[in-house]
């Protein structure tokens, strides 16, 4: 359907409202139906919720869904499967794969996480030590530790990268798997953070058995399908759709505005580059976005993402300072267990505390400026002396 209109893509999205009314839909039906009219994510391919229709029509079958006050799937909740796992597996996967996965993944009945950060291995995620072994049976034996995963406490599937030859450098020698979190072998723990929740996990891996039919990609080149997730992931953070005003500075300003008591020239200043700071990360977000509708996304993510981490900290740090005493207050210290990060539902404090992790999550700042620094300016990389030696005689 690569000639689709705009006019035949609300037609068919009429029709898919007219046939199973929102009003009396239950909503996994309706989203199931969605996904079966190629409704879902229209540049993805016939059968696999699309239509192979340009990407930027989306919008418009959106639009259509959004007035007829349609379910949703809650891209929120599944947003790592949804930006991050379905991109590899419409790339990498197997015609079998993509039937298994893809449907499930986009109607929300089965949420994913990521099992690639590693304690041992930091910044340097390609110094990976979990290890995954054949057998004759054609089954993986994986044995390691993941840490910082996201969603691991309800997820059922993992998207897994392990070393399964340790023979050669660090970037070669590793495999890209499908895990069943509900496998024997799997084991998930609370990690508590700063701000009292713990929405993040460790996973420890022991003797856990992954068909060969779980694998993307080919045996060894797992760094390569990784680099579809991780420039995907860092769109999914830094490329999210926001209105002008929106977000964290929205929140800073109705404060400026409804408290004048608090306002000084010298916050004033500050407000104001903040404001304009970002505005210009809104409106590189949009370029980015219409890069996407064109292909797959490249470097420019690591920017955006890298600037939404420095603003939300910048915004957040104003926001206690120009609350003083009230900002240091802080509402709820027990420990939950969330799905999301309510960024805007809880005090200036919180907003503090969990803004910290932003420049960690999806990829630390300082790695993100050295892929702006290479693959975007062209400057020289940097001086890499454990390039070419195996990773089984690096220091562990």
Not at 143 to 162: C, E, F, P
Request: proline share 6%; net charge negative.
């Amino acid at each position: 359907m690569s000639t689709a209109s705009i006019e035949e893509l609300r037609s068919r999205t009429r029709a898919l409202l007219s046939e199973h009314d929102p009003a009396t839909t239950d909503p996994l039906d309706f989203l199931r139906a969605r996904f079966d009219a190629g409704l879902a994510w229209v540049h993805f391919p016939v059968g696999l919720g699309g239509l192979g229709a340009p990407r930027a029509l989306q919008a418009a079958v959106d639009a259509e869904l959004a007035a007829a006050d349609a379910p949703d799937n809650d891209p929120r909740r599944i947003g790592i499967g949804l930006g991050m796992a379905a991109p590899t597996i419409l790339r990498y996967g197997t015609a079998a794969q993509q039937a298994r996965w893809l449907r499930p993944l986009w109607t929300g009945e089965e949420v994913w996480c990521q099992l690639f950060s590693e304690p041992g291995a930091g910044s340097d995620l390609a110094a990976l030590a979990t290890r995954a072994v054949p057998s004759a049976e054609g089954v993986w034996t994986v044995d390691g530790q993941k840490v910082w995963t996201s969603s691991a406490h309800t997820a059922r599937w993992a998207i897994l990268i392990a070393r399964t030859d340790p023979a050669l450098p660090k970037h070669q020698g590793i495999t890209y798997f499908v895990c069943d979190m509900t496998d024997p072998g799997v084991e998930v723990r609370p990690l508590r953070q700063i701000t009292g929740e713990a929405e993040f996990n460790e996973v420890f891996l022991t003797g856990v058995r992954i068909p060969d039919s779980h694998r993307l990609g080919a045996v060894g080149e797992g760094w390569q399908v990784a680099q579809t997730t991780l420039n995907n992931e860092r769109v999914s953070i830094g490329g999210q759709r926001t209105p002008r005003e929106g977000g964290l500075v929205g929140i800073v300003s109705d404060t400026w505005r409804s408290r004048p008591e608090l306002r000084t020239p010298e916050l004033h200043q500050r407000l104001l580059k903040h404001w304009v700071d970002a505005e210009v990360l809104r409106l590189t977000g949009e370029r980015l976005r219409q890069q996407l509708t064109v292909g797959q996304p490249g470097p420019e993510g690591a920017g955006t993402k890298l600037g939404f981490a420095r603003l939300a900290q910048e915004l957040t740090g104003f926001e206690v300072e120009l609350l003083a005493e009230e900002g240091l207050s802080y509402d709820d210290w027990t420990m939950v267990r969330p799905e999301l990060v309510d960024f805007n539902g809880r005090e200036a404090g919180y907003r503090y505390l969990r803004a910290k992790g932003n420049s960690i999550e999806g990829g630390t700042s300082e790695i993100l400026r050295n892929i702006i620094a290479e693959r975007v300016l062209g400057l020289p990389a940097e001086p890499r002396t454990d390039k070419d030696v195996p990773w089984k005689d690096l220091a562990q």
